[in-house]
């Protein structure tokens, strides 16, 4: 369960990064390109995930343990995405590898 919302909280991060007037993002898979191109459609899919997760992170840890757990998973995704993206270090391929691995471990062990 939180392998999905660690997810969705860097999915709604990153779309609102990409939704900035600043951000040029010429390097992503190609179902994701014509979505960064319309920064409104952006930064609207950014708020629902982020709201979904928000409310998930909530309904998991509590209310006020859920708001603050959900702003430091959010203040580290949005500083992992503004420092590491310039420099390409995110991977698609890698991105995707770690989310399935460790939803097997969380799977497994849990």
């Known amino acids: 369960m939180y392998t999905i919302l660690l997810l969705l909280i860097f999915a709604g991060s990153f779309f609102w ?6 951000v040029k993002i010429k390097h ?10 319309d920064k409104i459609r952006a930064k609207i899919l950014s708020i629902v995930l982020l709201g979904l997760s928000w409310v998930l992170t909530m309904y ?4 006020l343990s ?3 757990a959900f702003g430091a998973y959010s203040m580290g995704f949005f500083s992992l995405i503004v ?6 270090y995110f991977q698609w391929k890698q991105l995707a590898f770690v989310f399935l691995f460790s939803l097997f471990l969380e799977t497994i062990i849990f």
Do not use: F, N
């Open 60 to 63: 998991l840890q509590g209310l």
């Open 66 to 68: 859920g708001t603050l």
């Open 17 to 22: 990064y990409s939704s900035s007037e600043k």
């Open 83 to 88: 420092l590491l993206w310039p420099y390409r």
């Open 28 to 37: 992503a898979p190609a179902l994701i390109l014509p979505l960064m191109g």
